[in-house]
């Protein structure tokens, strides 16, 4: 009788499941308002959603009506090559869907993407571009807190997302840092008219599971359950995946010839923000541990800093330049150029203070 029982409820569950396998990180934490950065690398195909984006979860504080409802997206659609959407979902599931032309392919290299939300209004950027403004009763009724999510699942809606085929998995979106700042309105040192200031940071070199949670759930419209092994850190990197059941998780080396997302060589990526007025970052990606020389000169070719010599790990590593000389010397606005220098190669990257 027990093993009839059991049988049955497996029956169950296999018709409850569905047909492919997607994951979802989301902050322990819930916040109001600030601004919310992310680098990373949407995943392609048709009828595949990767995401950025703010969540009220009103089903976990056990309510079952979407009057509680407060969403901000910014989300990948695998279907376009040259765009991203973004979304504003409030109150009784009222939205505001958005479409926007970017001028590059956001499945094929790593760019940053942030969302700006106070009580006053609500902004998109895409490399440190406004690509949206919101400042109407939309962002007046954006007010409960909300988790900081990131997820990859396979769309049911063919007129949004685009016909969908498991020929396409497994796929992936990559994220490289997210960073969380504080609204401080008149006081801050970031984002629109310095209103922001830097909270905390992760560079995904492990999971923290003091700040994040993996998900086990799914939702209407989404053809996938998310999983834990579809969350995955590697490399400096968090990977979501979107698989059939028998082949989840990453099965691929980041730093492997076969996967082209990641560079096989030494590589400084573009600088960013730039121009800058506080700080800016390097990206730098090696393909072995080896010693790395970076420097700081001015348009005069004048030596300003050293940032980096000695021994620097394989994968990424972020080089931070805060606009000052080996002594501690503010410089002046003006053109930089940042020196890269291994056993093998000269590297060279123009950015631009402005004060």
Not at 173 to 186: E, I
Not at 306 to 335: C, R
Request: charged letters at 20%; a negative charge.
């Amino acid at each position: 009788m027990i093993f009839r029982f059991l049988l049955v409820n497996l029956f169950a569950l296999s018709l409850m499941a569905k047909p492919y396998r997607g994951g979802e990180l989301r902050t322990i934490e819930s916040y109001q308002y600030g601004r919310f950065e992310v680098r990373m690398q949407s995943a392609p195909g048709s009828g595949v959603i990767s995401s950025f984006f703010l969540y009220h979860d009103f089903w976990a504080e056990g309510h079952t009506s979407n009057i509680y409802w407060n969403e901000v997206d910014l989300e990948w659609l695998g279907r376009y090559d040259d765009k991203v959407h973004t979304n504003l979902i409030i109150q009784n599931g009222w939205d505001l869907p958005g479409l926007t032309d970017l001028l590059f392919d956001p499945s094929e290299d790593f760019h940053t993407y942030a969302i700006e939300w106070t009580s006053e209004y609500i902004a998109f950027f895409v490399d440190e571009q406004l690509i949206r403004w919101v400042d109407n009763f939309y962002a007046d009724s954006m007010y409960h807190e909300q988790k900081l999510m990131m997820n990859i699942w396979p769309s049911t809606s063919v007129d949004w997302a685009g016909s969908f085929s498991a020929s396409s998995l497994p796929t992936h979106a990559y994220y490289d840092w997210v960073k969380y700042y504080l609204w401080v309105d008149g006081t801050g040192n970031a984002g629109t008219d310095n209103n922001f200031i830097l909270f905390w940071e992760d560079n995904f070199d492990s999971w923290d599971t003091n700040r994040w949670q993996k998900a086990t759930h799914t939702f209407d419209g989404n053809n996938a359950d998310f999983i834990h092994d579809n969350v995955v850190f590697l490399s400096g990197y968090m990977i979501l995946c979107l698989t059939t059941p028998s082949t989840t998780g990453y099965n691929g080396d980041p730093l492997s010839s076969e996967n082209e997302e990641f560079p096989q060589e030494f590589r400084m990526e573009n600088a960013y923000p730039n121009p800058f007025n506080g700080e800016v970052l390097i990206p730098i990606s090696l393909d072995k541990p080896q010693p790395l020389l970076i420097e700081i000169y001015n348009s005069k070719g004048e030596y300003i800093n050293t940032l980096k010599n000695g021994m620097v790990h394989a994968g990424k590593t972020m080089i931070k330049w805060n606009g000052v000389t080996d002594n501690g010397q503010n410089v002046p606005s003006g053109v930089y150029f940042v020196r890269s220098t291994n056993a093998d190669k000269i590297m060279n990257q123009k950015i631009l203070l402005l004060k």
